[in-house]
């Protein structure tokens, strides 16, 4: 398991080149986000009025728990 921050997710999400610098650090890893990474990329997402009639999908993690 590893805890990434909200910029780190961010790379991978939009797909950034900086991205790649985590790969072999996550690889094969359960890869979590603290609670208020969560809050800072929902509240990114609601303040660019980001959603799936948007783009498709939603920026953040659905914050569903297991």
Not at 12 to 23: G, I, Q, T
Not at 43 to 60: D, Q, T
């Amino acid at each position: 398991m590893v805890l990434v921050d909200s910029d780190v997710f961010s790379y991978f999400f939009k797909e950034d080149s900086r991205a790649s610098l985590y790969n072999t650090d996550i690889a094969g890893k359960v890869v979590c986000l603290s609670f208020m990474s969560v809050a800072e990329l929902k509240r990114w997402a609601l303040s660019r009025a980001w959603g799936p009639k948007n783009n498709g999908h939603s920026p953040a993690p659905s914050g569903d728990t297991p």
